[in-house]
């Protein structure tokens, strides 16, 4: 055989007509590489277009379709422009999504309200109660409406309210047939405590009531009679809301009462229910001393509770936050109530206090927080704005005689204003002296024995 035959170059160089070699892939630039993939799209087309199978026949337009919005002038070397790219470019993994959503949070909100819903959008915002999803209870839908507008403030008072619901929303439910009550009616109760969630966020108490309350109906007779059992739930309820709050108030009342003496001056902090029960039941057993309300806004709940102490004839001062430093060399004992207790001694309780018993403990004034065991929660919380919840805007409890309409005086939120009023905040265990609760007056290094006083049932 004779070799194969080598093609001949003419003497003047290559065959100028010749088309070069192709540029491997690799060699080849990025705008290259989309120029040929747009080429060959283009090939694809026209041989769809004319109903023909010609693999060996150029296309007629050797260029690619420019794209809208390319001026397809050439460079100054004589090359075509690179077609524009197209028109989601290809991002870093990431980036497209974060940005696409910045900007649609952007449109809708704008710049300045964007940028703080993306740093508090953890926090409980208060809104109006959306429409019912699922069977709700009246009396549910009309406990929601009052936890949105603030209308049952404070962690008694709220998880009392929630029991006190769930006795009718139990009261009115008929188990369906083939099913029993300790089975059906927690999916019955799920939407109702779902729909309370909704309508603001739930709090330690109510959490740690509607977790005995779901033992207390796992844990029922199914030979019982349907009435029977129901009876018997709402008997479990009462008897929650007595031993838990009631009676662990009045224990909480004469031992915190104890440690108030004759000329004291004592201090709180915004409105605490068990701490109203303490002053006034101190007063009732013939100590005098006086009391400083301290108060700040929006909520300004420090008013109730000082109209309260007046009536009872207890000597009073009122002040707002900023003030506190020019009274605190005075005070004989601090005295604060607690929205939740966590296992490391810290208190979480109505923005405010964190800062009264910090700069108490700077004056070496006593810091004694009344709470119940209820109230304990087995986490841990480092800060307040990992977790917290918004006040509404405004006064709303403000009391004093206006010479404007309420609404002129109001802030609201605008394009560059934005209100933030966090409810809670965090004291640390450092700044308390002591905590009283129902089981004996613990020192904040101890909280965690809690669970074990009470035969670690919460």
């Not at 794209?67 to 090359?79: E, F, H, L, Q, V």
């Not at 709470?371 to 841990?380: D, H, P, Q």
């Amino acid at each position: 055989m004779s070799p194969p035959s080598l093609p001949v170059q003419p003497p003047n160089g290559p065959n100028p007509d010749s088309r070069p070699p192709l540029k491997a892939q690799k060699e080849m630039t990025k705008a290259e590489r989309r120029e040929l993939q747009e080429k060959q799209r283009a090939a694809k087309a026209a041989a769809k277009t004319a109903g023909t199978s010609q693999p060996n026949q150029k296309p007629a337009t050797k260029q690619p379709p420019v794209p809208i919005g390319s001026t397809g002038a050439p460079k100054k070397g004589g090359r075509p422009a690179d077609p524009a790219p197209p028109r989601t470019p290809m991002l870093p993994a990431g980036r497209q999504p974060r940005d696409a959503k910045l900007v649609s949070t952007l449109a809708e909100t704008g710049p300045m309200n964007a940028r703080g819903l993306r740093i508090f959008s953890h926090f409980g915002l208060p809104k109006p109660v959306s429409l019912a999803k699922g069977d709700i209870h009246p009396v549910i839908l009309r406990l929601a409406l009052q936890f949105s507008d603030f209308k049952i403030t404070g962690a008694n008072a709220r998880c009392i309210a929630t029991l006190t619901a769930f006795k009718t929303v139990i009261q009115d439910y008929i188990t369906p047939p083939n099913t029993t009550l300790s089975r059906h009616l927690m999916t019955h109760l799920s939407p109702q405590i779902s729909h309370l969630v909704a309508a603001r966020p739930m709090s330690v108490t109510m959490g740690n009531a509607i977790r005995q309350l779901k033992l207390e109906i796992s844990g029922s007779d199914i030979d019982l009679p349907e009435q029977d059992a129901k009876n018997a739930l709402c008997q479990k309820i009462d008897n929650y809301v007595r031993d838990r709050i009631m009676v662990a108030d009045q224990v909480i009342e004469e031992t915190a009462g104890s440690k108030i003496k004759d000329g004291d001056i004592i201090l709180t902090y915004a409105r605490s229910s068990v701490v109203e029960k303490v002053l006034l039941g101190a007063h009732s057993e013939g100590r005098r001393f006086s009391v400083i309300v301290v108060d700040s806004r929006p909520m300004l709940e420090g008013k109730r509770l000082l109209s309260v102490l007046t009536e009872a004839d207890i000597q009073c001062s009122y002040l707002l936050l900023p003030a506190l430093g020019s009274v605190i060399t005075e005070v004989s004992m601090v005295l604060v109530g607690a929205h939740s207790i966590h296992s490391n001694g810290s208190v979480y309780s109505r923005a405010g206090t964190a800062l009264v018993a910090m700069l108490a403990k700077q004056h070496s004034v006593p810091v004694v927080v009344c709470c119940e065991t209820y109230k304990f929660s087995e986490g841990v919380q480092l800060d307040s704005f990992t977790k917290n919840e918004l006040a509404p805007l405004g006064d709303k409890f403000a009391s004093f005689p206006l010479t404007k309409p309420r609404e002129a005086l109001m802030l609201v939120n605008g394009p560059n204003l934005e209100i933030l009023n966090p409810l809670y905040d965090l004291t640390p265990p450092t700044s308390i002296s002591a905590v009283v609760t129902e089981v004996g007056v613990i020192p904040p290094n101890s909280i965690s024995s809690i669970p074990l006083a009470l035969g670690r049932l919460l």
